[in-house]
Nanobody, 115 residues
Framework: QVQLEESGGALVQPGESLRLSCVASVSIDSLNPMGWYRQAPENERELVAASTRNGLTHYADSVKDRFTISRDSANNMLYLQMNSLKAEDAAVYYC?????????WGRGTQVTVSS
């Protein structure tokens, strides 16, 4: 059983930065891929960024050049650095990981972007 726990969500103003963290209960080297998703009220959950074990990354068009996903294998952490935040980035952000064809989700962390 893999447990994922997100943290780092907060209320920020447009243009500010935020870093989300996701800690896994197992070695993240066994998780492939890992990713961040988000869900705003009345919207479907959408992929924000994904990272594979061999270093490949993928970003939604809406966050390219602003967000960066990264892994820290030593600490079993997944990060999402979010820069130049916009009002439309506000959502609950979820960490997701796959292990042996099974997907695991964290409970999410709230990001609010408002002036």
């Amino acid at each position: 059983q893999v447990q994922l726990e997100e943290s780092g969500g907060a209320l920020v103003q447009p243009g500010e930065s935020l870093r989300l963290s996701c800690v896994a209960s197992v070695s993240i080297d066994s998780l492939n891929p890992m990713g961040w998703y988000r869900q705003a009220p009345e919207n479907e959950r959408e992929l924000v960024a994904a990272s594979t074990r061999n270093g490949l990354t993928h970003y939604a068009d809406s966050v390219k050049d602003r967000f960066t996903i990264s892994r820290d294998s030593a600490n079993n952490m997944l990060y999402l650095q979010m820069n130049s935040l916009k009002a439309e980035d506000a959502a609950v952000y979820y960490c997701k990981a796959r292990q042996e064809s099974r997907d695991y989700w964290g409970r999410g962390t709230q990001v609010t972007v408002s002036s």
